[in-house]
């Protein structure tokens, strides 16, 4: 069974259940969420805020893997869009949108405007630590198969925003900067996590390497990648396109 909910031209507040929901935020500043199937969620026009998986926090653990395959639309406005769980299509439209992927394989279009898409926001829990730690790995991953893909970055006006992730370190949330190294290849020897590229045909391969302080074993990292995002273009990238 289908659910259709629709709002109004005013500020709504709209949720789906546990069934397959369409939903239609038309205007206003919205607050949209999905459940846990497969849900359409379209914002409409004003400043809303979409959510595919109800708004729960997002872990690597199984348990909550369970979100749907979304489709979220933001259309006009500066919408904030989270994937959340699940293999998402995320169409941020007019305006310039921030967009989360979440954890799943997700399919990130900024459209006109100058967009945000922010890696690293799943929460990854070890047993015997102290505090959470923000993943990329779990939100992105590596190989055809398991990384994110962005199908509009624009150079100079788009910013891929790495800066909530700490791969596994002994330091707070968000708090070791990567160091952007062009088309060189990883170190494997640093002491902060380090992103590349490579153009690769028509597109664009960025590699993210954890750092020598990964918790709980101290590793040195291999200089093989953690973590990739594609882009569905050929671009030469500078440190000012992310946020590092």
Known sequence: MVRWLFGTPQKDTLSATNESTFI??????????????????????????????????????PLTRLGGND???????????????????????????????????????????????VFGTIITFYPNTPGTFLSAAADTGVGPAARDVILDFTKGEDKIDLSPINFFQRRPPGDAEFTFIGTN?????QDRPEVRYEIQGDRTLIQMD???????????????????IMLASAVNLAASDFIL
């Open 71 to 117: 489709v979220i639309l933001g259309d006009a406005g500066a919408d904030r869009l989270w994937g959340e769980g699940g293999d998402d299509v995320i169409l941020g439209g007019d305006g310039n949108d921030t967009i989360y992927g979440g954890f799943g394989r997700d399919v990130m279009v900024g459209g006109a405007g100058a967009d945000k898409f």
């Open 210 to 228: 954890g750092s020598a302080l990964r918790y709980p074993f101290n590793q040195l990292p291999d200089g093989r990648p953690d973590a990739e």
């Open 185 to 189: 290849k990883f170190s494997a020897t």
């Open 24 to 61: 239609f935020g038309f205007g206003g500043n919205d607050s949209l969420r999905g459940g846990r199937a497969s849900d359409t969620i379209w914002g409409g026009t004003g400043n809303d805020t979409v959510r595919g998986d109800g708004g729960r926090t997002v872990t690597d653990d």
